[in-house]
């Protein structure tokens, strides 16, 4: 297993390597286990969640939090 503790500057650009580290396809052999810490609040969904039923939207809006999705469930 190799351990990966690196946090990105943006919420984003984290929950983007994220992505890049699921779809690698020369770690498809190697389990990677990766601690990042936000520099912010966000709220992060799953592939499949619904923003409407999952989120109080106006509340997120109003207070500047990002809604974000992961790639994964």
Do not use: H, Q
């Not at 690196?6 to 990766?34: F, G, H, I, Q, Y």
């Amino acid at each position: 297993m190799r351990v990966l503790d690196l946090t990105l500057p943006t919420s984003e650009e984290n929950l983007a390597l994220d992505e890049a580290l699921l779809m690698a396809p020369e770690l498809a052999k190697t389990n990677v286990l990766r601690f990042w810490e936000s520099p912010e609040y966000f709220v992060v969904l799953g592939r499949s969640n619904k923003v409407d039923t999952e989120v109080k939207v106006a509340a997120c809006n109003e207070a500047g939090v990002p809604i974000l999705r992961r790639c994964s469930g």
